[in-house]
């Protein structure tokens, strides 16, 4: 019998996941890790749901203490880019070395089972030309998560299983009503794990940022206003910046050695070309050369068409892990610390982080 260890939150997606691959004929083992310290929805309500549903399946549950992964991993992350005046993607962080790396390597070293499978909407195929698994949109293109998944190695995507791939959330629910999952109604979580916690990003970031007043200045520096703190500011953001104007005015770039927030006109919110570093290469080899794709700089907008130039980092031959991303058209809100993740079609082809 095939073995599967199920990596379950709480949520109906992970518990529709464990429940298909146990009526498939696997033999599931649930894991569910316990990420915050103190209270919250993912790691106090999520581990007593994610053990009903094991107790309703009839499966083992193990939970591992992951809350100083978590703390090193995303707190510190988070806490260190937003002070730098960048706005870091957590959740892709979290996927590769929080979640998957250390689900696997339990699942393997713990309980000898060499799958792990989540609720995730995306799919993963092999190609035996290349030798490679690639990583695909799911078929609800409305709840694909793939470009929160581009960091994921070639042997994590090995041992990986993402059973709602192929089905659309609403067929989701109905197999969480056909099984009777306590989760069927439990309503989809809408933010990060550390907003529900706290209320919001800011309040997150206010236990650990002190708040330090500066200048909000246009292009020129010319002081326009106060602020209190540029953890509170984004690329792009154009509402609560604080100053008046006879014109709309976005945040265009942060100065954390200045401490200063400096804002503009949207035209000069846009740019024709960035660079992303820590480049992961996911369903095709490094490019020796520059290539054409399609990139995606936020969750939910459109990929776009660029011209991709791999590069190489100071002192490496090997252009693999860092790339030069040249927009057809400029983008607006282009976000350091965010991720570029590009595809061909479907397929994700790779990505990284937008550079400063």
């Known amino acids: 019998m095939n073995k599967v260890v199920v990596g379950l939150s709480g949520g109906v997606d992970s518990s529709v996941a464990a429940a298909t691959l146990h009526h498939q004929g696997y033999e599931v083992v649930g894991l569910t890790l ?7 929805q993912c790691c106090s309500e999520g581990m007593v749901d994610a053990a009903f549903i094991c107790e309703q399946l009839g499966i083992p549950h193990h939970i591992v203490d992951s809350r ?35 689900m696997l390597d339990y699942a393997r070293e713990k309980l000898g089972i060499d799958k792990i499978a989540t609720g995730h909407y995306a799919r993963i195929k092999y190609d035996e030309k290349t030798d490679r698994y690639q990583l695909w949109r799911a078929a609800d293109a409305n709840k694909d998560q793939s470009y929160f998944l581009y960091d994921l190695s070639q042997e994590l995507l090995s041992g990986c ?11 989701t629910r109905q197999l969480a009503a056909k099984y009777e999952l306590k989760t069927a109604d439990k309503p989809e979580s809408q933010d990060l794990c550390l907003i529900e916690a706290h209320g919001s990003m800011q309040n997150f970031l206010e236990k650990y ?8 200045v246009d292009r020129e520096g010319r002081v326009l ?39 503009g006109d949207r035209a000069t919110a846009v740019k024709p070309d960035c660079t992303a570093t820590r480049v992961n290469w996911v369903s095709i ?47 607006f809100g282009v976000t ?3 991720a570029a993740v590009w595809y061909d079609g479907d397929m994700l082809q790779g990505g990284g982080i937008i550079e400063v």
């Not at 316990?34 to 919250?40: A, F, I, P, R």
């Not at 299983?161 to 067929?171: D, R, V």
Request: aromatic share 6%.
């Open 34 to 40: 316990w990420l915050m310290k103190g209270k919250g």
């Open 68 to 102: 100083e992964v978590f703390q090193t991993n995303i707190v510190d992350y988070l806490v260190a880019g937003y002070s730098n005046g960048i706005t870091p993607l957590p959740c892709s962080q979290c996927n590769k070395a929080v979640k998957f790396g250390p």
């Open 225 to 263: 206003g106060q602020h209190d703190g540029i953890h509170r500011y984004t690329i792009g953001q154009r509402r609560g910046i604080g100053v008046a104007a006879a014109e709309p005015l976005y945040v265009v770039a942060l100065d954390p050695a200045m401490n200063r927030v400096i804002v």
């Open 336 to 338: 350091p610390g965010q």
């Open 209 to 216: 940022i002190n708040q330090q007043k500066g200048d909000i």
């Open 285 to 331: 080899p490094p490019p020796a050369s520059p290539i054409r794709t399609q990139v995606q700089i936020r969750y939910r907008t459109r990929p776009v068409p660029v011209t991709l130039i791999p590069l190489a980092e100071e002192g490496q031959e090997t252009k693999a892990t860092r790339a030069k991303l040249i927009f057809d058209e400029p983008q």
């Open 161 to 171: 299983l993402f059973p709602l791939g192929e089905i659309p959330k609403t067929e």
